[in-house]
């Protein structure tokens, strides 16, 4: 049988490898992206399908799980991988959290902690249709407590992105504790510090490398892990 698997932000860096992995070994991968042109070209050039999805958006997440219906009746995956470092216009400065400027705090969150719960009961009717529904989230080990914790580890200061990533691996833990009654697993993973867009190419892994750690947890089988958060190598601390 066809998994189909839903990958937000999936038109472009870790998000795009994902699919186009998943896809490479027999997914029916639905590509989740804001602009119809950007996810229409990316499903193009691999194959699979496209979806507008806008993770701040209800309307918009509801329509994207109205089309999923549509066209194939369940979904198997999610993939909630779509994330910001910082709005548009904005830099670094404004998430120091000395002098943090609330407003953009609040849109990192919208779309890396409330856009995940968004799209993720938006499609559950459709993954309790899954005879082995799984729930990936695109965390950060940069978001660990454990390593914050030490504060002579080098760690990006943030009050916006790096909280955002912890309060979603924490929220996944939440969603692997209320549906493990259902069978549906729940895991949070790491890409580890790629290069793409959300960090100006700076990171020193490619986003093929990122997407590995998504897509074992997207491959797991019913007797899988839940409640998880990892990244390629093995357990990343909480």
């Given amino acids: 049988m066809d998994e189909i698997t839903l990958v937000t932000g999936a038109n472009k860096g870790i998000g795009r490898e994902i699919a186009a992995q998943l896809a490479a070994l027999g997914h029916t991968v639905v590509i989740g992206a804001r602009s119809a042109e950007l996810g229409e070209k990316a499903a193009a050039e691999l194959g699979t399908d496209s979806v507008v999805l806008d993770v701040t958006d209800p309307a918009s997440a509801a329509a994207a799980a109205a089309h999923i219906e549509e066209r194939y009746g369940r979904l198997d995956?999610?993939?909630?991988?779509?994330?910001?470092?910082?709005?548009?216009?904005?830099?670094?400065?404004?998430?120091?959290p000395g002098s943090a400027d609330l407003g953009t705090l609040r849109a990192i969150f919208e779309t890396n902690f409330f856009g995940v719960i968004?799209?993720?009961?938006?499609?559950?009717?459709?993954?309790?249709?899954?005879?082995?529904?799984?729930?990936?989230?695109?965390?950060s080990s940069a978001a660990s407590l454990t390593r914050n914790a030490d504060l002579a580890t080098q760690l990006p200061i943030s009050a916006g992105y790096t909280p955002s990533k912890t309060a979603l691996t924490s929220l996944t833990l939440q969603y692997a504790r209320e549906l493990r009654p259902d069978g549906i697993l729940v895991n949070a993973v790491c890409p580890g510090f790629c290069a793409t867009d959300l960090?100006?190419?700076?990171?020193f892994r490619t986003p093929a490398q990122g997407a590995v750690s998504a897509v074992q947890m997207a491959t797991i089988g019913t007797d899988g892990p839940t409640g998880t958060f990892v990244d390629d190598e093995g357990p990343v601390p909480w």
């Avoid at 960090?199 to 990171?203: C, E, F, L, P, R």
Wanted: charged share 10%; net charge positive; hydrophobic share 40%.
């Fill in 199 to 203: 960090n100006g190419h700076a990171g």
């Fill in 118 to 139: 968004t799209v993720t009961n938006a499609l559950l009717p459709l993954l309790r249709r899954s005879p082995a529904p799984r729930i990936v989230n695109v965390s």
């Fill in 77 to 96: 995956v999610l993939v909630n991988n779509a994330a910001i470092s910082r709005p548009p216009g904005t830099d670094l400065a404004q998430q120091s």
